[in-house]
């Protein structure tokens, strides 16, 4: 099939390969355009540009999807399907109407649970046990689209938003994969999306990381596992910020809600019901670093609490 491309971060790279391996004809990719990253701010291009010129492929940036430049490439090449996989950009009609066997989407949760840009690290934050993958037509309201195929998989209690990433991006790739053949094959049917059934993932930022102490303990280890790795769920201790990157649900364990406990070179912090066990930590201007280390450097006092930054 005659496929054209559009995807940006690293969850859409197993994708683009998986259809190039499957024998596809990629006539070109769609990514966003390239930023500035590091302390050099060095232009870098997105992951799905670096794959796709190591194959060869054609690739554009636009800068919008709404002029007439993006869809005059788009006439050009004359897909049979478009794909697309965290591209960043909604797709006007004019786009969405143009290839025969339409514009397909990966999307990272069983819709129409979790439409949105974070489907992965609110499953993890909400500390649900299923999660999964979708292909579906697009449409132009956001994940709205008809179902064509899901693929489940269960969520490890202790698996974190960034292990689930990857795991999802490798699931999508061979659901697209089958999607497009049958397509080619007409043996798809279209599942319309129960609105009634679905729910946002908004945007992760900075202002979730603030660990909630007075939750119940399975809640703050989700949420510290579903901020991982960005932007990394977050305390105070001694008047800095502590990034939590790593806890355990501990039995055993009680005290005021923020009370540090010691125990045999273990660490746990009392939440509003039972208590986390601190695994990896990183302070303020330091490494990431296993807890134990981290406390035999900063030592509290019998009864000290930990915080929420300002």
């Known amino acids: 099939m005659r496929i054209f491309f559009m995807g940006t971060p690293d969850f859409a790279v197993p994708c683009l390969q998986a259809l190039l391996d499957a024998g596809h004809e990629i006539c070109g990719v769609f990514t966003q355009p390239d930023k500035p990253k590091g302390r050099g701010y060095a232009m870098t291009p997105p992951p799905v540009k670096k794959l796709a010129l190591q194959h060869g492929l054609e690739v554009f940036q636009p800068a919008s999807l709404k002029t007439g430049d993006a869809i005059q490439i788009l006439q050009e090449k004359e897909p049979d399907l478009i794909v697309v996989v965290a591209y960043g950009k909604l797709l006007p009609k004019a786009i969405l109407d143009l290839p025969a066997y339409g514009c397909v989407n990966v999307h990272a949760s069983l819709l129409p649970r979790y439409r949105g840009a974070a489907p992965i690290q609110w499953s993890v934050l909400n500390g649900d046990s299923v999660t999964g993958v979708t292909t579906m037509y697009m449409a132009e309201g956001l994940d709205t689209g008809d179902m064509l195929l899901q693929a489940q998989t269960p969520i490890d209690p202790n698996e974190t938003a960034g292990q689930l990433h990857d795991r999802l991006s490798r699931m999508g790739a061979a ?58 769920a977050n305390t105070v201790y001694h008047g800095k910020v502590l990034k939590i990157h790593k806890t355990a649900v501990s039995d055993g364990i009680s005290g005021h809600t923020g009370t540090i406990v010691g125990q045999a070179g273990r660490y746990f912090v009392c939440c509003g019901e039972g208590a986390v066990e601190l695994l990896e930590v990183q302070y303020e201007g330091g490494k990431r670093m296993a807890a134990k280390d981290f406390f035999r450097g900063h030592p509290f006092e019998e009864n000290e609490t930990v915080g929420s930054p300002v």
């Open 175 to 232: 659901l697209m994969v089958e999607t497009a053949a049958a397509l080619e094959k007409h043996t798809l049917t279209r599942i319309p999306q129960d609105d009634g059934q679905s729910c946002y993932a908004e945007m992760l930022h900075k202002g979730l990381s603030a660990i909630d102490w007075g939750k119940p303990a399975g809640a703050v280890h989700n949420w510290v596992r579903g901020l991982s790795p960005w932007p990394a």
